[in-house]
């Protein structure tokens, strides 16, 4: 999403900050999900090949994802006044999302998807709707409640995305969190290792459709994350909801899942993008984007550090993963898109003072994380409690 620029990128922060630092793996158990009638008995290692081998080149649906993270409520979350005050509505006077909006209550979307070069993600607000429209080389960014549309163009590429309505795209063509149940659920079980046991639950109805659920339960005591649950459509065998469980709450401290889903394929016209009478367009040209595959012998690029931090600093591992770094330094940054000092300096002199061995700081904890941004500069974050930040900060 950047390349459209610092205005529109918080609209689509879905906070699944826990996902992201996981680096845990899991062991597959034998025990059987219990069936109902229409849906015949699978263990855990056939719920994951099933998952794996899915393929589904087309599907549209409403999909709601909530989030009780317990983050404190700070002003200047959106890196200015924020919305205003007494407002319920996450969108601020010019029709971007804040962060602080994003990271609790609830938020509906729609989703439609036929190949590789036809999306829509459109995220409701009350009568306002902000759209992310791609139509093969036509990308669109529209908002309803400015009035506003950013156009790019996407060249042709040498080596196309493959396939399936969760397939990544070029790292600066996608949201950088998941936005669909299938995405959440493929960074999940894509780091599972040995430190995370899967087991099967009793089957669930999701979006009236029978699923089976996998229940990926960390080993590690350390972490805020108690469990993750998958919702597994016993169809088309893809993700139709994720859970994940805080240790300190009973329920869902994050979840997004559909609440209807139809597998047949959208209209052509969903896709079809015409600017409405009064839109203010922006066109921003070409997108750049490489065409030339990796040499042969070299790997690709390890991903950018979340929070775009810079000399990051892995310390444990598995789920209680904690991540030390430090935030740009380089004062023409400031404000580009991703760039989190464009909020941060909004709301980290409001955050708790702490201190220790490490040195001083300020402190974010929430029922999934915590992060502590030190006075020197230093960021750490994880799945874990403080002490565990500070510990890392330390050792770092």
Request: proline share 10%.
């Amino acid at each position: 999403m950047t390349f459209f620029g610092a205005h529109p990128w918080t609209r689509w922060v879905v906070p699944v900050a826990a996902l992201g630092v996981i680096g845990a793996s899991a062991v597959v158990t034998n025990q059987q999900a219990d069936a109902d009638p229409g849906l015949p008995p699978r263990t855990a290692a056939q719920l994951l090949a099933a998952v794996r081998s899915a393929d589904v080149d087309a599907l549209s649906g409403t999909v709601v994802q909530t989030a009780d993270l317990g983050l404190p409520q700070l002003p200047g979350l959106t890196g200015g006044a924020g919305p205003a005050a007494g407002s319920s509505s996450p969108a601020s006077g010019d029709g971007t999302l804040s962060i602080a909006a994003l990271l609790t209550g609830s938020h509906t979307w729609r989703v439609w998807f036929d190949g590789p070069s036809r999306q829509r993600l459109a995220l409701l607000d009350g009568s306002n709707e902000t759209d992310l429209i791609r139509d093969g080389h036509e990308l669109w960014l529209w908002s309803s409640a400015d009035r506003s549309a950013v156009h790019r163009r996407i060249p042709t590429l040498m080596h196309p995305v493959a396939p399936g309505p969760d397939a990544r795209p070029p790292a600066d063509l996608s949201p950088t969190v998941p936005h669909t149940p299938g995405q959440a659920a493929s960074r999940a079980l894509a780091m599972m290792g040995a430190d995370t046991t899967v087991t099967t639950s009793a089957t669930a109805t999701v979006a009236g459709r029978p699923a089976y659920e996998l229940v990926l339960t960390p080993k590690d005591s350390a972490t805020r994350v108690a469990s993750v649950r998958i919702a597994i459509d016993g169809q088309r065998h893809v993700p139709l909801r994720v859970q994940v469980y805080s240790t300190k709450l009973a329920n869902p401290a994050f979840q997004v899942g559909f609440t209807s889903v139809d597998f047949g394929r959208p209209d052509p016209s969903i896709f079809a993008f015409t600017p409405p009478p009064g839109t203010t367009v922006t066109d921003k040209g070409t997108v750049t984007l490489p065409t030339a595959p990796p040499r042969k012998g070299t790997t690709n690029p390890a991903p950018t550090a979340p929070g775009g931090l810079q000399g990051v600093k892995v310390v444990g591992s598995g789920w209680s993963t904690v991540l030390v770094g430090r935030l740009p330094l380089d004062a023409a940054d400031r404000g580009t898109a991703g760039d989190p000092r464009a909020w941060l300096d909004g709301i980290r002199f409001a955050l708790p003072r702490v201190m220790g061995s490490w040195g001083r700081g300020r402190l974010l904890e929430g029922t999934l994380f915590s992060v502590v941004f030190s006075d020197s500069g230093r960021v750490a974050v994880g799945a874990v409690a403080p002490d565990r930040l500070y510990a890392a900060l330390a050792a770092a």
